[in-house]
């Protein structure tokens, strides 16, 4: 079973997923984090891809494709892979769903987290002071994510839906439990 977790940035995307891939035994690849991985360990790689994130910004599709790549083909075998933070655009989105054809396999379910902006905003202050995230600090990057989320990832989603597969839409200004219920849910 192949997953993809949609929502803006703090939306809780990682919180879920931990717990989905704890209950579901599916493979969790955040390609945040696979890139913040990239830039502590100073692969090019990695370098190339901070000089966009540190500003909030979309790293360039081929930089990001080939971690996707990469990780599909090296995990594909085991019992299936949630996506968190791939795709982020509708490019990125055709990729995704064509190593995955090409490979004889789907993307079975899609999750949507919807928050406001305005709790967006705050959840961003509070995760600065707990995480030392850089990328949360400044209120015009994370507003810079935000945008990006509005401009090149709700057009992904509509395009993940269009495709035609199933896609649950949360509401994510609910309690972390609340929320996992309501996942869990739709996995029975
Ligand atoms: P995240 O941890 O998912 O909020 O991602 C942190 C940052 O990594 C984003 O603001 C982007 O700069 C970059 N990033 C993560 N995933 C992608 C992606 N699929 N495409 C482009 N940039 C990405």
Known sequence: MNIIIFGPPLAGKGTQSKRIINDF????????????????QKTEL???????????LLVPDDLVAQIVESF??????????????????TEQAKH????????????????????????????AVKRAEEENRKDDKDSNIVLTRI??????????INFIKESGIKTIEID????????????KSEFQ
């Open 46 to 56: 990695g370098i190339k891809a901070s000089e966009y994130s540190s500003k909030g």
């Open 25 to 40: 035994g599916l493979t969790h690849l955040s390609t945040g984090d696979a890139l913040r991985s990239e830039k502590a």
């Open 96 to 123: 995704l769903l064509n190593v995955i054809e090409k490979d004889g396999s789907s993307i079975d379910k899609v999750i949507f987290l919807k928050v406001p902006k305005e709790e967006l905003l705050k959840r």
């Open 72 to 89: 599909y083909h090296n995990h594909k075998s085991e019992k299936g892979i949630l996506f968190d933070g791939y795709p982020r655009n």
């Open 147 to 156: 945008n990006e989320f509005g401009n090149s990832t709700i057009p992904a």
């Open 172 to 183: 994510g200004n609910q309690s972390i439990d609340d929320i996992y219920e309501i996942i």
